[in-house]
């Protein structure tokens, strides 16, 4: 059975950390491309970050980049997403999501063109359920 668990949410304060943590299982981890999305009440959705495990592509929305470190253990078949610096406009519910070919292509332009393409929902395939993430003020 293909799964895609996400860990790590939490409450805290604004300027804190948490690491959100995205285990897979199922399927060939490093095939894929692994995008956090995050969801906010009342607010669309938003590609934080993409992650081509294979070529080690990696681009990051503005809204993150600098405050927001994605990594992997690929033994483990896990993601991580380090948060720091944390801000109140960053509480979501946070998904990671999986997809193959046309994923990474996608994260590899939006490394190259500088724009975020990897957000179109449908180039993924696996979803987790979701943690929350509360950041207050």
């Known amino acids: 059975e293909v799964q895609l668990v996400e860990s790590g949410g939490g409450l805290v304060q604004a300027g804190g950390s948490l690491r959100l943590s995205c285990a897979a299982s199922g399927f060939t981890f490093d095939d894929y491309a692994i995008v956090w999305f995050r969801q906010a009440p009342g607010k669309g959705r938003e590609g934080v970050v993409c992650f081509s495990i294979k070529d080690d592509t990696i681009y990051y929305a503005d809204s993150v980049k600098g405050r927001f470190t994605i990594s992997s253990d690929n033994d483990k078949n896990t993601v991580y997403l380090q948060m720091n610096s944390l801000k109140p406009e960053d509480t979501a519910v946070y998904h990671c999501?999986?997809?193959?070919?046309?994923?990474?292509?996608?994260?590899?332009?939006?490394?190259?063109?500088?724009?975020?393409?990897?957000?179109?929902?449908?180039?993924?395939?696996?979803w987790g359920q979701g943690t929350q993430v509360t950041v207050s003020s």
């Open positions: 999501a999986a997809g193959d070919r046309n994923a990474s292509h996608s994260c590899r332009n939006s490394r190259y063109y500088s724009y975020v393409y990897y957000d179109d929902a449908t180039l993924y395939d696996y």
